[in-house]
């Protein structure tokens, strides 16, 4: 599929595509795709000063996101993968073009598609306000309403940081991640949703891609820090236990994307050379690399406010699908049980769930493709060990050799998380 993102000024009638994308605005045509209309204001209201480079990734960012959406798996040959020609309009594209094959590389890894980019000109600076500064934060942490980012943003604080949080409000949880930032300290927030809108999108929509538009939004934010116009190294804390970090396929079914891989370290590590070429002093972390859900829970520095809100983050995959409520049984939803079970032991966890009661034997439940795969995983891996069962989910290059043990030893005590969990409902 051949798709140009562009501001609405473009003349896209130089590009033969397939779709053309408008960024930064609305779009009443059609026939046309529409991006990031509410960024620009966002910036400008926050009185932010971002650096260049970090604008124009958010530019290629939202330009996937819209690719994303609107290639249909489906028609593929083999109806996944998929082919995409994306054009996307940057302020910077010669430096842009030299980019183009890491890009491609982490794309390719981040949705198992195949991508060639291209970039040329015509992308514009945002306008800023009269009053914009160097913001003051000491770091910045994405905030995703999740769990995990949760107890990172706690850690963060309780360890004195003063993060500026960058949120996304696409799932119907906006409420509980500003909620997050005013309880944890009346925290400085970034929030944004990239409103995306393409003619005839994919159904359901793809969330393979995500991964980079929360991260560009995080860099926006940290390349608008003072530290960082200082030439100090801003981190940016991207907070995700370690089993869903590399996410290995539960069974041979479940292989490629249909495992996402949001923050595999081949993803974080593409990305942060790409940082580093941008000449941007900004450094991707996630502390919880080598920790379970579980264990990310069980050591919380903060175990008052964890044990008072932990039910109210959102893990689940389908969470819009069912009126903003957890299923239950998707894989998140899984690991998020088991390390509540971890935690707290049985019926600790408050979390409302439709599909509640996973011991009851029929297809909603106990027989629920994910719930089953789980079971099989779980009987795999004590048949194969945990080295054969992982396969190639740890065989790139891109992961260090001292740290493949810990990532393998790191999902062995996840699943026996959720061995413990399931053993409890005498599913294994």
């Avoid at 891989?261 to 580093?276: E, S």
Wanted: with cysteine.
């Amino acid at each position: 599929m051949k798709i140009t993102c562009a501001l609405e000024d473009f003349n896209f009638s130089e590009i033969n595509s397939d779709l053309d994308v408008i960024l930064f605005e609305y779009t009443q045509d059609k026939s046309k795709g529409c991006i990031g209309a509410k960024i620009l204001r966002e910036v400008y209201d926050s009185k932010l000063i971002p650096h260049e480079k970090a604008w124009d990734l958010v530019s290629i960012a939202l330009s996937v996101i819209a690719a994303d959406q609107a290639g249909h798996r489906k028609k593929s040959p083999d109806g996944w993968t998929r082919n995409f020609e994306l054009t996307i309009s940057v302020i910077d594209s010669i430096f842009w073009n030299e980019q183009k094959k890491l890009l491609e590389a982490l794309l390719s890894f981040l949705t198992t598609d195949r991508w060639e980019l291209n970039f040329v000109g015509g992308g514009e600076y945002p306008k800023l306000h009269k009053d914009a500064f160097y913001q003051l934060e000491d770091c910045v942490s994405l905030l995703s309403g999740g769990l995990d980012s949760f107890i990172g943003v706690i850690d963060l604080v309780e360890q004195n940081y003063k993060p500026y949080v960058v949120t996304q409000t696409v799932r119907g949880d906006g409420k509980n991640q500003q909620d997050f930032a005013k309880k944890l300290g009346n925290l400085a927030q970034f929030m944004t949703n990239h409103n995306v809108k393409v003619p005839f999108p994919e159904t359901p929509a793809s969330q393979r891609s995500r991964s980079m538009i929360f991260l560009a939004y995080g860099v926006l934010i940290a390349s608008s820090l003072d530290m960082h116009r200082q030439n100090e190294t801003v981190t940016l804390y991207v907070c995700e236990n370690g089993y869903i970090s590399i996410n290995p396929p539960i069974t041979l079914a479940r292989v490629g994307s249909l495992s996402t891989r949001t923050t595999h370290p081949v993803v974080l590590n593409l990305f942060q050379q790409i940082l580093d070429n941008c000449g941007l002093n900004i450094l991707i972390c996630n502390p919880y690399k080598f920790v379970t859900k579980g264990e990310m829970l069980e050591q919380c520095l903060d175990q008052s406010i964890l044990e008072n809100l932990a039910h109210t983050t959102t893990s689940c995959g389908r969470y819009g699908v069912y009126k903003n409520t957890h299923c239950g049984r998707c894989v998140p939803c899984l690991v998020r049980r088991a390390s509540f079970f971890h935690w707290k032991g049985k019926d600790y966890d408050q979390t409302e769930y439709k599909f509640d009661d996973l011991s009851q034997d029929n297809e909603n439940y106990a027989r629920f493709d994910d719930v089953f795969s789980m079971r099989i995983a779980i009987l795999n891996r004590q048949e194969l060990g945990t080295s054969k069962w992982i396969g190639a989910s740890l065989s790139s290059n891109l992961i260090p050799d001292q740290d493949k043990q810990k990532h393998q030893d790191t999902v062995e005590r996840g699943l026996l998380e959720m061995q413990k969990f399931i053993g409890d409902l005498g599913l294994v």
